[in-house]
């Protein structure tokens, strides 16, 4: 339409004006200006097309729940044009068009709309050859804005806050409230999510008396030290605890309150009559916003549609701005006897009560309207009224904002007396205030709000308790029970984002969904953008009708965050998985490692070798480690510390093995069991001294291991402490024929077979770096794996590679050491086995010892032990073609029945042949029994069970004397 | 996000904690028969109510014991186990 004179307390400034283009035409606004306002202000009539049947529309609400006028920025889709403030040099397109908004190819549906039924989808998706054709149809006509899968990527940062008292809505109410905590010694963050605060107050008294007191209001808590107030915010959800996200422009802050008061108002409903969508059709508050706000002169001469005190209110103000009222139609059969009703009649205006508007006329904008006598729900059309019109301003109801009361746990109950659902009960540290709460009025919502911010005081103990007086409830009924008016042409519109009319609900309740959540689900009402904001509340009441039930019987649907939509990148955001290196990372990277994931620590794989193949470099380093000496970073390994006098009886209950008779310099291998008897971890225990051991866990359990370590000390309240000393320590693991020549080379201490054999456990300096060194062979070589301070890690790393280069030292990765433990048929714990394997099945019944007391595990294991044994890890050998294709978990098929799966597999280069361990059912696991394994693609590889070790079966490798003696 | 008081740190967000599951006492394996051990390791009672629980908060190591109301989802209070508070229990 166009711009007003300047109205006082207007939000634009008109000193500079800002350019921009729609539908790549050019206009001008003001700074303040929102894109809706700007527009309308230049004359444009309609601002977009409804999503179903591509019908004009304009402003309903004006309120950030527009949904019809959604528009494109650039690579930013779905701008709600209603609340986004103007800037200068936008580029904007309508969404949701076809060609343009003035010849939408997509208006032709609304002559389509009887083969459009309520329920389509479902209805039109039961045949399924059809669906392609509706999918790519849907596809073309549904839809609003465009993703642009090239735009730039955003990463938006969170923020966190806290305060003591959250205030969501900085209206009278909320305003109120804020202070009165605030005074009582509570911090406090109101938030709104308008460009200013003031809420409805600031057009609803316009040039009237209270006007005064609100605007101290606002002055007293805008100057007050201890409240934050954030315009442009929105609280988007509710989560427990008082953890509110809150959203704006830039990010989203998670903000953590100690009680928060809900003082977000109420959504003003449409009345449901024919064409009530038209441009011009709009709410009376949508109408005073665009004059008070933005000096938008929304219509010349309109018609008033009002059942409460809001319609006069909002006729007056229509006058006072210099639009011509047409008529006022009143649904009630009497107006209350008001100051606002008398002032109205004497200025002459035709006031029909008990009228309502039978259907309005027009194109792209109202034009005329009918008024029909009206006597609840009954119309009479035979006695129709013509009025000249080109706008319609409709106030015949509210809906509290109560999403977040919702989402809090509230308790919500219709109140027939003022018409509306008002909090019945409020979960601890919730308090709610103002027309949310069932208050209306300025007076009665400022000491609403004054009660709710001292009752949250009084909450959080900055107050001494007392009785505090509940303002009255409403006496008054600002929303009339029946704003649907029956045509028998329809589009009579209930839900203006998905295009529902009176008629869909009927369809609906007489299909069957006669309950409010399935028919919304059913007809699709409070799914579009809105979500239900304008169109939830008239639903209930036609389900309540048609249902002959009052309305508390049919309830509302359930309310989930976000109330309203959040941009995805400021959810993305950055993410927090954090990630662990051990203390030789940089040594690695430098060697060329490729890393990979194990658990959250990154390990190499391999390193790459300029002009070989991954394969060929993982061979490379087995055979290194087979032929002269290989080190290996296992610094990811779990390291505990137990000591104390109960140190060995609690390892005791929690390995399977025996370790208080180990004497002080050996080590032990041990396992893990769960409740279950299932494995869930293993390792090396190494007794340090009398009271003192150090065991090593799996690198993806240390961390579970620990924990689950202090929870049975913490119940079994033994004598001993436990450390974690995972990342205080480097460890290393030096493998391979010349590992001892070579470490000799590096320390003073007797590496001998008689002073340091197999299985022992030492302390002395390596390098001159003390170490805790222990010879063990995970590999199946002569090996040593030293554990040093972690800072020192990197000083042994380069003193072991340099004087290794005479040695044939290669570091080798997780690929090589996954290999030669398979050649040696140990496990790994989680991937040879898993969540239901005993040791029994994994074959490690060796380190179990039935006969102690007890340990975690025992008593099932009992229990298993007398039935017979379902699966068995075992050996294997591939036979024939096909063999590179099997990988970790294909499946053994045998008589066209799953009898097990491949746990581990892979190409010796050292015995030349594939080797692998395999879970299998009992029946095939004597030695040379063939099976087969299903690869990928479905072909199947001829196998056959073979013993373990694959690779120096008898051990001489790691113990040579001992072997040689044991030989003897 | 909830909040969970830690008898040792104070309030905290659940985010830290790890919850392990309902304190149950262990039959005694020597005694018991092995339907019972077996009710005892696989069972668990997932009927709301108000509950005995172990958590663990994480960055500071600390087990402990949290009473839960699960059908208002509502931590009673919390103790560290077998502490003074408890024994009075």
């Given at each position: 339409?166009s711009?007003?004179?300047?109205?006082?307390?207007?939000?634009?400034?008109r000193?500079r004006?800002?350019?921009?283009?729609?539908?790549?035409r050019?206009?001008?606004g003001?700074?303040g200006?929102?894109?809706?306002?700007?527009?309308l202000?230049?004359?444009?009539?309609?601002?977009g097309?409804s999503?179903k049947?591509?019908?004009?529309?304009?402003?309903l609400?004006?309120?950030?729940?527009?949904?019809n006028?959604?528009?494109?920025?650039?690579?930013?889709?779905?701008?709600?044009?209603?609340?986004?403030?103007?800037?200068?040099?936008?580029a904007?397109?309508?969404?949701n068009?076809?060609g343009?908004?003035?010849r939408?190819?997509?208006?032709?549906l609304?002559?389509?709309?009887?083969f459009?039924?309520?329920?389509?989808?479902?209805?039109?998706?039961?045949t399924k050859?059809l669906?392609?054709?509706?999918?790519?149809?849907i596809?073309?006509?549904?839809g609003?804005?465009?993703i642009?899968?090239?735009?730039?990527?955003?990463?938006?940062?969170?923020r966190?806050?806290?305060c003591?008292?959250?205030?969501?809505?900085?209206?009278?109410?909320?305003?109120?409230a804020?202070l009165?905590?605030?005074?009582?010694?509570a911090?406090?963050?109101?938030?709104?999510?308008?460009?200013?605060?003031?809420?409805?107050?600031?057009?609803?008294l316009?040039?009237?008396?209270?006007?005064?007191?609100?605007?101290?209001?606002?002055?007293?808590?805008?100057?007050?030290?201890?409240?934050?107030?954030?315009?442009?915010?929105?609280?988007?959800?509710?989560?427990?605890d008082?953890w509110?996200?809150?959203?704006?422009d830039?990010?989203?802050?998670?903000?953590?309150?100690r009680?928060v008061?809900?003082s977000?108002?109420?959504?003003?409903?449409p009345?449901?009559?024919?064409?009530?969508?038209?441009p011009?059709?709009?709410l009376?508050?949508?109408?005073?916003?665009?004059?008070h706000?933005?000096?938008?002169?929304p219509?010349?001469?309109?018609?008033?549609l009002?059942a409460?005190?809001?319609?006069?209110?909002?006729?007056?103000?229509?006058?006072?701005?210099?639009?011509?009222?047409?008529?006022?139609?009143?649904?009630?059969?009497?107006?209350?006897?008001?100051?606002?009703?008398?002032?109205?009649?004497?200025?002459?205006?035709?006031?029909?009560?008990?009228?309502?508007?039978?259907?309005?006329?027009?194109?792209?904008r109202?034009?005329?309207?009918?008024?029909?006598?009206?006597?609840d729900?009954?119309?009479?059309?035979g006695?129709?009224?013509?009025?000249?019109c080109?706008?319609?301003?409709?106030s015949?109801?509210?809906?509290?904002?109560?999403?977040?009361?919702y989402?809090?746990?509230?308790g919500?109950?219709f109140?027939?007396a003022?018409?509306?659902f008002?909090?019945?009960?409020?979960?601890?540290?919730?308090?709610?205030?103002?027309?949310?709460n069932?208050?209306?009025?300025?007076?009665?919502k400022?000491?609403?709000?004054?009660?709710?911010?001292?009752?949250?005081?009084?909450?959080?103990?900055?107050?001494?308790?007392?009785?505090?007086?509940?303002?009255?409830?409403e006496?008054?009924?600002?929303?009339?029970?029946?704003?649907?008016?029956?045509h028998?042409?329809?589009?009579?519109?209930?839900?203006?984002?998905?295009?529902?009319?009176?008629?869909?609900?009927e369809?609906?309740?007489q299909e069957?969904?006669?309950?409010?959540?399935?028919m919304?689900?059913?007809?699709?009402?409070?799914?579009?953008?809105?979500?239900?904001?304008?169109?939830?509340?008239?639903?209930?009441?036609?389900?309540?009708?048609?249902?002959?039930?009052?309305?508390?019987?049919?309830?509302?649907?359930?309310?989930?965050?976000?109330?309203?939509?959040?941009?995805?990148?400021?959810l993305?955001g950055?993410?927090?998985?954090?990630?662990?290196?051990t203390?030789?990372?940089?040594?690695?990277?430098?060697?060329?490692?490729?890393?990979m994931?194990?658990?959250?620590?990154?390990?190499p794989?391999?390193?790459?070798i300029?002009?070989?193949?991954?394969?060929?470099?993982?061979?490379?380093?087995?055979?290194?480690?087979?032929?002269?000496?290989?080190?290996?970073?296992?610094g990811?390994?779990?390291?505990?510390?137990?000591?104390?006098?109960?140190a060995?009886?609690?390892?005791?209950?929690i390995?399977?093995?025996?370790?208080?008779n180990?004497?002080?310099?050996?080590?032990r291998?041990?396992?893990?069991?769960?409740?279950?008897?299932?494995?869930?971890?293993?390792?090396v225990?190494?007794?340090?001294?009398?009271?003192?051991?150090?065991?090593?866990?799996?690198?993806?359990g240390?961390?579970?291991?620990?924990?689950e370590?202090?929870?049975?000390?913490?119940?079994?309240r033994?004598?001993?402490?436990?450390?974690?000393?995972?990342?205080h320590?480097?460890a290393?693991n030096?493998?391979?024929?010349n590992?001892r020549?070579?470490?000799?080379s590096?320390?003073?201490?007797?590496?001998?077979?008689?002073?340091?054999?197999y299985?022992?456990?030492?302390?002395?300096?390596?390098?001159?770096?003390?170490?805790?060194?222990?010879?063990?062979?995970?590999?199946?070589?002569?090996?040593?794996?030293?554990?040093?301070?972690?800072?020192?890690?990197?000083?042994?790393?380069?003193?072991?590679?340099?004087?290794?280069?005479?040695?044939?030292l290669?570091?080798?990765g997780?690929?090589?050491?996954?290999?030669?433990?398979?050649?040696k048929?140990?496990i790994?714990?989680s991937?040879?086995?898993?969540?239901?394997?005993?040791?029994?099945?994994?074959a490690v019944?060796?380190?179990?010892?039935?006969?102690?007391?007890?340990?975690?595990?025992?008593?099932?294991?009992?229990?298993i032990?007398?039935?017979?044994?379902?699966?068995?890890?075992a050996?294997?050998?591939?036979?024939?073609?096909?063999?590179?294709?099997?990988?970790?978990?294909?499946?053994?098929i045998?008589?066209?029945?799953?009898?097990?799966?491949?746990?581990?597999?892979?190409?010796?280069?050292?015995l030349?042949?594939y080797?692998?361990?395999?879970?299998l059912?009992?029946?095939l696991?004597?030695?040379?029994?063939p099976?087969?394994i299903?690869a990928?693609?479905?072909?199947?590889?001829?196998?056959?069970?073979?013993?373990?070790?694959?690779?120096?079966?008898?051990?001489?490798?790691?113990?040579?004397?001992?072997?040689?003696?044991?030989?003897? | 996000?909830?909040?969970?008081?830690?008898?040792?740190?104070?309030?905290?967000?659940?985010?830290?904690?790890?919850?392990?599951?309902e304190?149950?006492?262990?039959?005694?394996?020597?005694?018991?028969?092995?339907?019972?051990?077996?009710?005892y390791?696989?069972?668990?009672?997932?009927?709301?109510?108000?509950?005995?629980e172990?958590w663990?908060?994480?960055?500071?190591?600390?087990?402990?014991?949290?009473?839960?109301d699960?059908?208002?989802?509502e931590?009673?209070?919390?103790w560290?186990?077998?502490?003074?508070?408890?024994?009075?229990?």
């Open positions: 339409m711009r007003l004179p300047p109205v006082s307390g207007e939000w634009i400034q000193d004006t800002l350019a921009f283009t729609f539908e790549g050019r206009y001008a003001f700074p200006d929102t894109i809706t306002s700007a527009l202000a230049s004359g444009i009539d309609v601002l097309r999503f049947y591509h019908r004009p529309r304009s402003v609400s004006f309120a950030n729940h527009d949904a006028i959604i528009v494109q920025r650039g690579t930013t889709p779905n701008v709600r044009a209603d609340i986004t403030p103007l800037t200068d040099g936008m904007l397109t309508p969404v068009v076809h343009s908004l003035a939408d190819k997509g208006r032709l609304d002559h389509l709309s009887r459009l039924p309520v329920g389509f989808y479902y209805k039109a998706f039961h050859q669906f392609p054709k509706w999918e790519s149809l596809r073309f006509i549904g609003l804005g465009i642009d899968i090239k735009a730039e990527r955003l990463t938006t940062a969170k966190y806050d806290f003591d008292v959250l205030v969501v809505g900085a209206g009278a109410s909320g305003l109120s804020a009165a905590a605030a005074e009582a010694g911090s406090v963050v109101v938030v709104d999510e308008n460009a200013q605060a003031g809420g409805s107050a600031a057009y609803g316009a040039g009237q008396p209270a006007g005064d007191a609100w605007q101290s209001l606002r002055a007293r808590a805008a100057a007050h030290a201890s409240i934050q107030i954030r315009t442009a915010t929105t609280a988007a959800g509710y989560y427990a008082h509110i996200p809150l959203v704006d830039e990010r989203i802050t998670k903000l953590r309150a009680a008061i809900i977000t108002g109420a959504y003003e409903q009345a449901v009559f024919r064409n009530n969508d038209l011009g059709v709009m009376g508050s949508a109408a005073r916003r665009l004059i706000r933005y000096a938008v002169k219509f010349n001469r309109v018609v008033v009002a409460n005190e809001d319609g006069y209110r909002a006729a007056l103000d229509f006058l006072a701005h210099g639009i011509e009222v047409a008529a006022l139609v009143d649904l009630r059969a009497t107006a209350l006897p008001t100051e606002n009703t008398r002032k109205l009649a004497a200025c002459g205006i035709p006031i029909h009560t008990g009228h309502c508007i039978h259907e309005a006329n027009g194109l792209d109202v034009s005329s309207i009918v008024a029909v006598p009206f006597d729900g009954y119309t009479d059309p006695r129709a009224i013509h009025i000249d080109d706008g319609v301003a409709m015949v109801g509210w809906a509290p904002a109560a999403a977040l009361l989402q809090a746990g509230a919500m109950r109140d027939e003022v018409g509306q008002v909090p019945d009960h409020l979960p601890s540290g919730i308090f709610a205030a103002g027309r949310v069932g208050i209306h009025g300025i007076d009665r400022m000491a609403d709000g004054a009660h709710a911010g001292l009752a949250a005081a009084m909450h959080l103990g900055l107050v001494p308790r007392r009785n505090l007086p509940a303002v009255p409830p006496t008054t009924c600002h929303s009339h029970p029946w704003p649907v008016f029956a028998p042409q329809g589009k009579n519109f209930v839900d203006f984002d998905e295009d529902l009319q009176l008629k869909d609900f369809n609906a309740v069957g969904f006669d309950n409010i959540e399935l919304k689900r059913y007809t699709t009402a409070g799914m579009g953008p809105s979500q239900g904001k304008h169109s939830s509340m008239n639903a209930v009441r036609i389900l309540a009708r048609l249902r002959g039930e009052p309305i508390d019987a049919i309830g509302t649907t359930t309310s989930r965050p976000f109330f309203h939509p959040v941009p995805l990148s400021h993305a950055r993410g927090f998985v954090a990630e662990r290196e203390p030789l990372h940089g040594r690695h990277v430098a060697a060329g490692a490729v890393l994931p194990a658990g959250n620590w990154q390990r794989e391999y390193y790459a300029r002009g070989r193949t991954r394969e060929q470099a993982i061979c490379g380093e087995a055979l290194a480690v087979r032929k002269g000496a290989g080190l290996i970073d296992v990811t390994l779990g390291k505990i510390e137990i000591s104390g006098p109960d060995g009886a609690f390892l005791e209950r390995y399977t093995g025996r370790f208080a180990m004497r002080p310099g050996t080590t291998y041990g396992v893990m069991l769960d409740e279950a008897a299932v494995i869930v971890d293993d390792g225990v190494a007794r340090l001294d009398e009271g003192r051991y150090y065991f090593t866990t799996t690198t993806s240390s961390a579970t291991v620990y924990r370590l202090g929870r049975l000390n913490t119940l079994w033994m004598n001993c402490g436990i450390v974690n000393v995972t990342g320590k480097a290393l030096l493998a391979g024929p590992s020549k070579l470490l000799q590096l320390t003073h201490s007797d590496l001998s077979e008689a002073a340091f054999p299985l022992a456990a030492r302390e002395f300096e390596v390098a001159g770096i003390a170490a805790r060194v222990l010879r063990i062979g995970f590999v199946g070589e002569l090996g040593y794996e030293i554990h040093v301070p972690a800072d020192q890690g990197a000083v042994l790393w380069d003193a072991l590679m340099t004087i290794g280069k005479s040695f044939g290669r570091p080798f997780v690929e090589a050491q996954r290999l030669l433990r398979l050649e048929g140990h790994i714990v991937q040879d086995t898993d969540g239901l394997t005993t040791p029994d099945e994994a019944s060796w380190a179990v010892k039935m006969d102690k007391p007890f340990f975690v595990g025992q008593r099932s294991l009992a229990i032990r007398k039935q017979p044994r379902r699966q068995q890890l050996g294997f050998e591939l036979e024939g073609p096909g063999a590179e294709g099997v990988r970790e978990c294909h499946l053994i045998t008589d066209g029945i799953i009898a097990g799966r491949v746990t581990s597999v892979a190409w010796s280069p050292t030349n042949k080797i692998g361990l395999a879970m059912a009992t029946s696991t004597a030695q040379g029994t099976f087969w299903r990928s693609g479905g072909r199947m590889v001829a196998a056959r069970v073979v013993p373990t070790p694959f690779y120096d079966a008898g051990g001489l490798r790691q113990k040579p004397v001992q072997a040689m003696a044991e030989a003897a | 996000m909830k909040l969970m008081p830690c008898p040792v740190n104070g309030l905290r967000p659940v985010s830290e904690f790890f919850y392990w599951g304190v149950r006492p262990m039959p005694d394996p020597d005694r018991c028969d092995d339907a019972a051990w077996a009710d390791v696989f069972n668990r009672n997932g009927a709301p109510g108000i509950k005995k172990w663990y908060h994480t960055p500071s190591g600390t087990w402990f014991i949290a009473e839960r699960t059908i208002r989802d931590v009673l209070r919390t560290l186990h077998a502490s003074p508070e408890a024994e009075q229990q």
